[in-house]
Nanobody, 122 residues
């Protein structure tokens, strides 16, 4: 069992940066792949970035490529999402998730945090 708690969301101007953190409880964090997803009101949850259990494999959605970076620190049981050059369309609630596969498919993730709101003003 893994419990996930996101933090670091907030209000930022377009062009600014934020770093989201996702702290995990449980001794098996380092064995899970981790992902970040986001969901705007009235829309489906969409993939943002994923990282393998070791951190050796990462990939992003095309909409955030070159702007967002996912990383993890297994010693701290934490995964991060560094978000640069933020745009108003980056605004929704961001969720972290843990699963067995490094995947873009939200169905492959077993554990989810409750989300953190990011608001980018134009």
């Amino acid at each position: 069992q893994v419990q996930l708690v996101e933090s670091g969301g907030g209000l930022v101007q377009a062009g600014g940066s934020l770093r989201l953190s996702c702290a995990a409880s449980g001794r098996t964090f380092s064995s899970y792949a981790m992902g970040w997803f986001r969901q705007a009101a009235g829309k489906e949850r969409e993939f943002v970035a994923a990282i393998s259990w070791s951190g050796s494999t990462t990939f992003n959605a095309g909409s955030v490529k070159g702007r967002f970076t996912i990383s993890r620190d297994n010693a701290k049981n934490t995964v991060y999402l560094q978000m640069n050059s933020l745009k108003p369309e980056d605004t929704p609630v961001y969720y972290c998730a843990a699963g067995d596969l490094t995947s873009r498919d939200l169905k492959t993730y077993d554990y989810w945090g409750q989300g953190t709101q990011v608001t980018v003003s134009s």
